[in-house]
């Protein structure tokens, strides 16, 4: 992680101070996507303040360092780690520096600027439109990831977030929701703090914008937020908008110079916003002024394109979604799958992989409930080439566990060196496969049965979504999935895939769409299910029924018996011929073509037409009544019936009509010549008339339906045309797909060369550690001896050899087979067997043969991952400590019995004056029973006869003084002994060893030695 603190040395400069690599990540999985193009969040900025162990004297400096004299306009709202039951002093602390309102936080107080709010004691904070809420404290949860997560949702790129002094990772992810928003984050200088974890952990996501230590971020907190939210105007007004635009583009063009990749394609109100952040950042009132320093410093190009990479990312994200795509999706990805076949799925834009990574959790989680080995292919693909890195590693801080169940951290991480990081476990990152890719510049994957791209079309114009939108349906699978993120849809691609679950935002591929759906495409070849034209592929389609539609035909002539019959599509294409058609149809000239209308003799061109277009339209039969048609040099007299016939494929592209033709046997009345009477002129009149209309109405028909089929052939000549035009594209993208797929194995075969080198480095340590491991367990000079499971010696030290008859081909060999050189000890394989079976350690003193003693100590065998592999024996030489033992307890016995030999009372106290020892001739002289006297305070005894001051201040001295004291007089009465006079020598026992020293009191009777030397 690179770092740019203030530079002392140097002028003060905005664009060189303070800033820090940064790449936006994406969100917790919790907070709801949002659409960047909504308004900017309105009202005051707040300021987020994080701390832990360490923070006080952080908060101390950061406040002492606020303006006083103005109003700041922004709210500060801090968290801290604060046990239960300790009261926090944290307000009075910032009192005595600032003038601001200091309050602590009750239940939906509202935030107002100029205030500072400090949570309370055994208490989660949240924010949610302006008003704080408290909540039961959950121990799974991180506070300060949290409230930072309602920070940035509540107040967007008006939430300020500061990470201080700190243990553990909290308050990463909370940073991460902040900079997804368009916030500012802030971390204190690790170097300046007492705790170093939290600073350390939110820096190396490599999002922070400044690295400062707290006295120094009010003044930088006080310059961005007057750039950002005072008097000055936006860039989108403060110039007018052709000067925007040609300030927007050059951006673009030097970031494409420099990266590779066009931004263009992003939304303006995305680009404006980020562009204006960095500004905020940098100090810089001007457009063309960034622009111009934009060009001066490559630093600047690398900090701006990973802003706009909007690369914000957890575990679970949307936890509701993922709950739909684990349910409704991922057991049919798994359907008509067999033992050996590939799933593959491709999760595009997958920033640091925390999504990919979710989608292999519930993808294995499947395959081990169905118990069927089917192999796992995901490909996570993304712009940002260090989000990319960081995903290869798996490496994420310990607050992921937030958002990851106990169980699945238990059974997909591992914890990482440290405790302070989780690591995905090889048998998951074995099957992804992560790689740089321009979703809108560069060939997909393909044949997929899951899509991902969460999150990544809300930040691009129209065009490139229809472009994206069309692609995913090529690269998908047969009824692949689509999910996306929750604030975007398929738009109007409704013919492409079909919904499974709206607000989960999960789609499913439709299949039957003409290549006329990839017009805005024109990148791809179509699939083989919209290879072909419309008969075609109903054919194709219904190959799998060919042989049914003769049934099928069968079937409907026995609700309406014809003498010839036929089934064609909605457009008149013949799928199947039933009886004699001929007086009906004729090949009509040019290519051939079995199409019914073109066939159609003279005299039912036009009623057919239209009474298909009819049947299409309403969906219901039509019958044309008593049409002429001409069959050579007469005509015949014949209705047709157009009815729609559902096609009994299990996937039918549209439905079918049956089309019948009736001969009917209707003759010219013969009339006399005598003229007609007038009744009868009427109503052939009538009838003549109604002919006409007949006609009329069926001329009109004809016309709207030959003006629709115009329309239509326009539609298909347009379509046609643009396919033509894709014909050299579809070249060109198997020419890109034959290239992507040179990448892939290029990228393959550098990444089972990372691989090799990794695991020759693994090797190449493991050779190292193991001989550490001998060399330090040999230089020890303890004998260890390594047990398997199965009672089976795997590894021993030299030392062990002295003690159990081993040699180097014992290895492998059980433990009970082999002679050991202990004296009256034969419960080893029992004892070992005890250990693996309670998991408890035990511990066993034994001797050898040659007099030696050792501490035997029996523990299992635990690897990284916690699982038991059998156990290790340790062999501590105690022999000194044994004979040591012997000899305190000679001495013991020895004073012991000099103790009580002793006629004259004696007696030892403590620092406390209380009895630790006493002679038998004390116990006698003054009448107490030693269980009750020992461990009580000499001035209890005989009933308070010791309770002279005089007496206690003597021995408090001689504690302090450590002098000797001969012959101390005093007086002592006792209701058993009467008054008398007692002479003590006192001495002090010190200890060399620590342990607390103690007062020697010898007793003696005074009066009685008077009396014998009179």
Not at 578 to 601: C, F, H, Q, S, W
Not at 764 to 790: I, K, P
Not at 819 to 848: M, Q
């Amino acid at each position: 992680m690179r770092k740019v603190t203030e530079d002392k040395s140097v002028p003060e400069d905005p664009a060189s101070e303070g800033v820090v690599d940064s790449r936006t990540q994406v969100k917790k999985q919790r907070s709801s996507s949002r659409n960047p193009e909504a308004k900017p969040a309105a009202g005051f900025p707040i300021v987020g303040i994080g701390a832990s162990a360490g923070g006080l004297s952080a908060v101390e400096a950061f406040f002492s360092e606020m303006p006083t004299e103005v109003e700041l306009k922004m709210a500060f709202i801090m968290v801290q780690h604060l046990a239960p039951d300790h009261k926090s002093l944290l307000g009075d602390i910032i009192k005595r520096y600032t003038r601001m309102q200091v309050v602590e936080v009750k239940d939906r107080m509202k935030v107002e600027p100029n205030c500072v709010y400090v949570i309370p004691p055994n208490r989660d904070m949240a924010l949610q439109d302006g008003a704080l809420h408290l909540f039961e404290p959950d121990p799974t949860r991180h506070s300060i990831d949290f409230f930072f997560r309602s920070l940035a949702q509540d107040r967007r790129e008006r939430a300020i977030g500061i990470v201080l002094s700190g243990t553990g990772s909290d308050g990463t992810l909370g940073l991460r929701a902040v900079k997804g928003e368009g916030g500012v984050a802030i971390v204190q200088d690790p170097d300046t703090t007492e705790y170093d974890s939290m600073p350390r952990s939110a820096i190396a996501t490599g999002l922070v914008d400044y690295v400062l230590p707290p006295e120094k971020m009010p003044a930088r907190l006080m310059a961005y937020v007057s750039h950002a939210f005072g008097s000055k105007r936006r860039i989108d007004s403060a110039r007018p908008a052709f000067r925007t635009e040609d300030g927007l583009k050059k951006i673009c063009i030097v970031l494409r110079d420099k990266s590779g990749h066009d931004f263009s394609q992003y939304k303006l109100n995305t680009l404006v916003r980020r562009i204006e952040r960095r500004m905020a950042i940098l100090q810089i009132d001007n457009i063309d002024d960034y622009q111009r320093y934009l060009q001066q410093t490559s630093r600047e190009i690398e900090l701006l394109y990973r802003d706009l990479l909007i690369g914000v990312t957890s575990f679970f994200r949307d936890a509701e979604a993922f709950a739909v795509l684990e349910k409704k999706v991922v057991p049919k990805l798994f359907e008509g799958k067999r033992p050996g076949d590939v799933l593959r799925v491709w999760v595009c834009g997958c920033s640091t992989g925390e999504e990919a990574y979710s989608i292999a959790m519930l993808l294995q989680e499947q395959a081990d409930i169905l118990k069927r080995d089917i192999k796992l292919q995901i490909f996570a693909t993304d712009l940002d080439k260090h989000a990319i890195e960081q995903a290869r590693g798996g490496l994420y801080p310990a607050s992921i566990a937030d958002d990851v169940s106990a169980e699945r951290l238990t059974r997909f991480f591992i914890h990482a060196p440290g405790g302070d990081a989780y690591q995905i476990k090889r048998s998951i990152r074995d099957f992804l496969v992560f790689s740089e890719q321009d979703v809108i510049r560069d060939p997909p994957f393909s044949k997929l049965d899951l899509i991902s791209c969460r999150n990544l079309l809300i930040y691009l114009s129209s065009e490139p979504q229809k472009k994206i939108i069309s692609m995913f349906h090529y690269a998908l699978n047969q009824n692949g999935a689509l999910f996306l993120g929750t604030s975007e849809s398929i738009g109007e691609f409704t013919n492409l895939f079909s919904v499974v679950d709206r607000k989960a935002k999960v789609y499913q591929r439709l299949a039957g769409v003409s290549e006329a759906a990839y017009s805005t495409f024109g990148l791809f070849p179509p699939t083989k299910d919209h290879a072909e034209g419309p008969a075609g592929g109903i054919r194709k389609q219904a190959g799998g029924i060919a042989s049914d539609f003769r049934n099928l035909m069968e079937c409907a002539l026995l609700d309406h018996y014809v003498q010839a019959a036929l089934l064609t599509t909605d457009r008149g294409d013949i799928l199947h011929i039933y009886g004699r058609t001929g007086k009906y149809l004729e090949p009509a000239p040019g290519d051939a073509e079995m199409n019914v209308i073109a066939m159609a003799r003279e005299g039912l061109m036009q009623d057919l037409s239209t009474a298909l277009h009819s049947a299409v339209v309403k969906k219901e039969p039509i019958r044309r009544r008593g049409l002429h048609v001409q069959n050579g040099d007469s005509f015949l007299i014949a209705d047709v019936i157009v009815r729609p016939v559902a096609a009994m494929s299990e996937n039918p592209a549209r439905d079918l009509y049956l089309v019948l033709f009736e001969e009917r046997e209707d003759r010219e009345e013969e009339t006399d010549e005598a003229s007609p009477s007038e009744g009868e002129s009427t109503v052939r009149s009538d009838e003549r008339i109604a002919a006409l209309e007949d006609a009329l109405r069926s001329k009109e028909e004809y016309l709207q339906t030959s003006i629709e089929e115009m329309q239509t052939s326009t539609e298909e000549l347009r379509a046609s045309n643009e396919e033509l035009q894709s014909v050299n594209e579809e070249l060109q993208s198997t020419n890109e797909e034959l290239e992507t797929s040179k990448e892939e194995l290029q990228s393959i075969n550098e990444e089972h060369a990372t691989a090799n080198a990794e695991l020759q480095n693994k090797v190449a340590d493991l050779s190292r550690a193991n001989s550490d491991m001998e060399n330090l367990l040999a230089s020890t000079g303890v004998a260890t001896l390594f047990v398997n499971q199965q009672l089976k010696i795997s590894r021993f030290t030299p030392s062990a050899t002295q003690i159990i008859n081993l040699i180097e081909s014992d290895v492998g060999r059980p433990i009970g087979h082999i002679v050991s050189n202990l004296a009256n000890y034969d419960r080893l394989v029992e004892d070992l067997k005890e250990v693996l079976d309670s998991l408890v350690p035990r511990d066993v003193e034994v001797r050898s043969k040659g007099g030696v003693w050792y501490l035997m100590r029996i523990r299992p065998y635990r690897t990284q991952e916690h699982i038991i592999e059998g156990v290790v024996i340790t062999f501590v030489d105690i022999t000194a400590r044994k004979e040591m033992e012997s000899s305190l307890r000679d001495k013991d016995r020895f004073l012991e019995c000099l103790s009580e030999t002793i006629r004259e009372p004696f007696l030892v106290l403590n620092r406390q004056l209380v009895i630790v020892t006493a002679n038998l001739a004390f116990y006698r002289k003054f009448g107490e029973i030693p269980d009750t006297a020992k461990s009580r305070s000499l001035f209890e005894l005989s009933e308070g006869g010791w309770d002279r001051p005089e007496l206690r201040k003597t021995l408090e001295d001689c504690f302090v003084g450590g002098e000797d004291i001969e012959g101390f007089k005093m007086p002592f009465h006792s209701e058993k002994q009467g008054p008398r006079t007692l002479s003590l020598n006192i001495r002090q026992i010190a200890s060399d060893s620590g342990y607390e020293a103690r007062l020697l009191v010898a007793i003696a009777d005074s009066d009685r030695k008077e009396l014998i030397s009179k």
